[in-house]
Structure formats: structure tokens, C-alpha cells
């Protein structure tokens, strides 16, 4: 079982920056992957940033050039900094870790961006 437990959101100006921090109960290193989601009200989940064991880095066109995801193994912590923040980026953050096929979610944060 693995608890994933998220940091960071809240209310910022357009153009502004943020960062989500989440924390693993697990070992990092050892999951497929791991990385951030997002819900926008009446919207699907869709991927934001991830990282996977096989050392690749998955970025939304959205958010590619404006947000970076980076870990701390020894904290088994991902972060994902989001500089340039648009109105459109207001959402939900899910953290999200992928472990022996297995999906885990944390409980999500808020990122609210005003114009």
C-alpha cells in the first residue's frame, strides 16, 4: 500500500508560481512511475508531469516550458514547480504513483490562478 500525501496549492496571481510538494510512504525509486494530475471543475483527469523507472520525463504541451517536476529520493518526495501560472491551470492536483500496476492518488490540492 502506498499513501501519497500533497502539498503546496492555493491562490495565486496570473503569472505567478507555485510548488506542489508530495510525499511517498514508499520507496520511490522503486515505483513505475510517479508524477501530477489534474481535474479542472467538469473536466476529465488528465496528466500534468510524471517521471518513469525507466528514466523518462512526460510533460502536457499545456504546461511544457512553465512547470518542472524534480524528486528527492531520500525524502521520496516529487515536486512539481509551475512558474507562469495562467488562469487555465486552476484545478485539482492529484499526486499519482504507479507501483507493481497498481494507480495510487493522494487526496489532492487546490491551485486556484486569478486573472
Known amino acids: 500500500q502506498v499513501q501519497l500525501v500533497e502539498s503546496g496549492g492555493g491562490l495565486v496571481q496570473a503569472g505567478g508560481s507555485l510548488r506542489l510538494s508530495c510525499v511517498a510512504s514508499?520507496?520511490?525509486?522503486?515505483?513505475?512511475?510517479m508524477g501530477w494530475y489534474r481535474q479542472a471543475p467538469g473536466k476529465q483527469r488528465d496528466l500534468v508531469a510524471r517521471?518513469?523507472?525507466?528514466?523518462?520525463?512526460n510533460y502536457a504541451d499545456s504546461v511544457r516550458g512553465r512547470f518542472t517536476i524534480s524528486t528527492d529520493y531520500a525524502k521520496n518526495t516529487v515536486y512539481l514547480q509551475m512558474n507562469s501560472l495562467k488562469p487555465e491551470d486552476t484545478a485539482v492536483y492529484y499526486c499519482?504513483?504507479?507501483?507493481?500496476?497498481?494507480?495510487?492518488w493522494g487526496q489532492g490540492t487546490t491551485v486556484t490562478v486569478s486573472s
Open positions: 514508499g520507496t520511490i525509486a522503486s515505483f513505475n512511475s
Open positions: 499519482n504513483a504507479v507501483y507493481i500496476g497498481r494507480y495510487y
Open positions: 517521471f518513469t523507472s525507466g528514466g523518462s520525463i
